[in-house]
């Protein structure tokens, strides 16, 4: 955060003005398109899915309006992705919506507790969301989330999954969970790795307030693929783990 006054109360303005687009921006601008859909929408989840990614695009658009010294560079080869299991470091609450963003076509996981808070749940249940995990109530939600993953995979979806669960407070990678690997050995889906820097510097784990002042570049680049050949060998969950850790250890 800037460390002047007016740099301060500019970080704080600009962060209100973000949460206004998050609540009354929403409820003026987005809550018809998604009653309209969820009422007439031959595939209520899809519909879901991209005015959710729709929604975070004109988030970014504002932030980048507000934030201009943070600079974006996003690999444009991430447009071509299709049918993959994504996997991706963790730095900043804002690299979900990052990647909400820039697939039209996603699922995700979400923290289970989410699947109980009223409002909430019902957008991320029609959008497909899955809970991260399968106990109480979320198993029914998962089991049917994923005995549709092949055909959503296969019809040119993306799943996307940050395998360490939480956000890095260092940038090193946190140790990862299966359940990313498990999934694309089950669906013989190709997983691609993407590395996200900088979204931290934007808005920093513990803060309320934006890095307005900062110079900073954000950049989400794909840094490597896996594509196995499921049919003559199949991998274990683990072999898929350490393949992904190896290149996202990479400097």
């Given at each position: 955060?800037?460390?002047?006054?007016?740099?301060?109360?500019?970080?704080?303005?600009?962060?209100?003005?973000?949460?206004?687009?998050?609540?009354?921006?929403?409820?003026?601008?987005?809550?018809?398109?998604?009653?309209?859909?969820?009422?007439?929408?031959?595939?209520?989840?899809?519909?879901?899915?991209?005015?959710?990614?729709?929604?975070?695009?004109?988030?970014?658009?504002?932030?980048?309006?507000?934030?201009?010294?943070?600079?974006?560079?996003?690999?444009?080869?991430?447009?071509?992705?299709?049918?993959?299991?994504?996997?991706?470091?963790?730095?900043?609450?804002?690299?979900?919506?990052?990647?909400?963003?820039?697939?039209?076509?996603?699922?995700?996981?979400?923290?289970?507790?989410?699947?109980?808070?009223?409002?909430?749940?019902?957008?991320?249940?029609?959008?497909?969301?899955?809970?991260?995990?399968?106990?109480?109530?979320?198993?029914?939600?998962?089991?049917?989330?994923?005995?549709?993953?092949?055909?959503?995979?296969?019809?040119?979806?993306?799943?996307?999954?940050?395998?360490?669960?939480?956000?890095?407070?260092?940038?090193?990678?946190?140790?990862?969970?299966?359940?990313?690997?498990?999934?694309?050995?089950?669906?013989?889906?190709p997983l691609k790795v993407l590395r996200i820097?900088?979204?931290?510097?934007?808005?920093?784990?513990?803060?309320?307030?934006?890095?307005?002042?900062?110079?900073?570049?954000?950049?989400?680049t794909l840094v490597g693929e896996i594509n196995?050949?499921?049919?003559?060998?199949?991998?274990?969950a683990q072999e898929l783990e350490q393949q992904?850790?190896?290149?996202?250890?990479?400097?």
């Open positions: 955060m800037n460390a002047t006054l007016p740099g301060q109360l500019y970080a704080i303005a600009a962060t209100l003005l973000l949460w206004v687009y998050f609540t009354v921006g929403f409820a003026l601008i987005f809550l018809v398109p998604y009653l309209a859909a969820w009422l007439f929408a031959r595939d209520r989840e899809s519909a879901f899915q991209q005015l959710n990614c729709r929604f975070y695009r004109r988030l970014f658009l504002l932030i980048r309006w507000l934030m201009p010294r943070h600079r974006w560079q996003i690999d444009n080869s991430l447009k071509e992705i299709r049918g993959a299991v994504i996997v991706c470091n963790h730095l900043s609450y804002l690299d979900p919506l990052i990647m909400i963003s820039l697939f039209d076509r996603h699922k995700t996981v979400v923290k289970a507790r989410f699947f109980a808070v009223p409002i909430f749940a019902w957008f991320v249940k029609t959008a497909g969301y899955l809970p991260s995990t399968a106990e109480g109530d979320c198993g029914a939600i998962m089991i049917a989330q994923m005995e549709n993953m092949d055909q959503f995979l296969a019809a040119g979806g993306n799943l996307f999954i940050f395998p360490e669960g939480t956000r890095s407070r260092n940038g090193r990678l946190n140790t990862f969970n299966r359940g990313a690997f498990k999934i694309a050995r089950l669906c013989q889906a820097c900088n979204s931290d510097k934007l808005y920093t784990p513990g803060k309320f307030v934006f890095n307005t002042g900062l110079y900073n570049t954000i950049s989400v196995p050949d499921y049919q003559e060998k199949m991998p274990s992904v850790w190896a290149i996202l250890s990479r400097d």
